[in-house]
């Protein structure tokens, strides 16, 4: 593929997507869906912004370390001291990339920076010279770019890459452009800035008005050549333009695109799901490419027309973003070696034997209670929260619920808290809220239930039920997730572990774009 082939896929899940309220990840978790991303040949992984928190510099330090095959990204504001401490998360990556930016549109130099645009300039040379002295792989940012006055976004731009910048994002920071405006946007910087022909052109767009693919996919046309994404969509506000959108619609319709991802789609879906699982947001079913119904055929029209030949209503195959076909994949004899290598093919590996075992024995208990198991069950229960936080504050010990037509429900709750144990009972509207209310009564959490949601993982009866529960304490919104072919046991494993997250000591963490 020539470069002027070559679409680059930035994935900033760990960052943008980060930053929706409750999706924060822990290192682990980060390095967890690097990993993955890595193995779907994502060219660019944004992994934090590093002088955020400790725990942000620490996990794009562990990213860095991690990752072999993608350049690690680590953010920074146009300022000395974001920029060293990316240097430093960065210093034992493979390849590393330092992304600057500053704000560029009249409303944000006036209000948000109270900067002249001369000096708005000046700072961007400024910030991209310190940059090239970590590394040659540097990435400018225009924030909110969507919303700029062109001649000055000419200026700017010419100026960084003068000043070394390699790739030029342009941010629809608020979501705001229309397909068409932000194509001749590209279009007209193409043709404008001097020197454009020494940096990649890149498009970072955010979904306000559900444009964020539409519009990244514009600009491709008019000559971007890196589009930034997430998994599922995930990212500040409404989300970033979803990765399995832009990534499918440029293969779909390589009639029209002049240019190719190099990424393995067929890991398009694990990693979907790993997104969602370590989130917790749940995917929803009609969600293009990824949701339960992306590849489902409901009328008997259409069922008729596939079954005849698939392209009547397909444009795409599901295996090629990683649905399989045959979806029963192992039961209760299936042995440890076939389990460990379905979940490789499913993108997850296991650290270490413990952890196989642990698993292993997971597997074992669900199989005992349902006898097919299906793809979407392994990779519950690899996510599944209450199994992968071994070092939780609040474990469930039992949980007794008892419901009874004329009677109100009652739950029994028995806990660890710190190695502590504790029982307490509760009555309430239904089994869930009782043994929430029993659980709350022993934990005091203070919190306020935002959100709580099931989704059947497979069909069936005996499927798992998928339950998130979001919490907010103090303005802080945490997720919790669970799975179970007990629902009320999956709502009870949600709601702990929604309860030790709302448990760890937050650092005071700084938002990129709140402040300078
Ligand atoms: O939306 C935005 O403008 C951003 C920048 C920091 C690239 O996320
Ligand atoms: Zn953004």
Redesign the pocket.
Known sequence: MSSNNKLIIFD?TL??GEQSPGASMTKEEKVRIAKALEKMKVDVIEAGFPIASQGDFEGVQMVARSITDSIVCG?ARALDKDIDRVGEALKEAKAGRI?T?IATSPIHMQHKLRMQPDQVIEQAVAAVKRSRRYTDDVEF?A??AGRSELDFLCRIIEAVIDAGATTI?I???VGYNLPNQFGELIKQLIERVPNIDKAIISV?C?NDLGMASANSLAAVLNGARQV?CTINGLG?RAG?ASLEEVVMAVKTRCDLFSCETGLDTTQILSCSRLVSGITGFPIQPNKAIVGANAFAHESGIHQDGVLKRRETYEIMRAQDVGWSDNRMVMGKHSGRNAFRARLKELGSEFETEEELNAAFRRFKDLADKKHEIFDEDLQALVTDAGAIFENERIKLVALKVCSETGERPKASVTITLDGEEKSASSVGGGPVDAAFKAIDSLVQSGTELQLYSVNNITSGTDAQGEVTVRLEKAGRIVNGQGADTDIVIASVKAYINACNKMLEPVTDKHH??ADV
């Open positions: 900033t960052r943008d953010l992304h930016f940012s924030e909110d994002n941010p629809d920071t970072h955010h930034e500040e970033n990129p774009q």
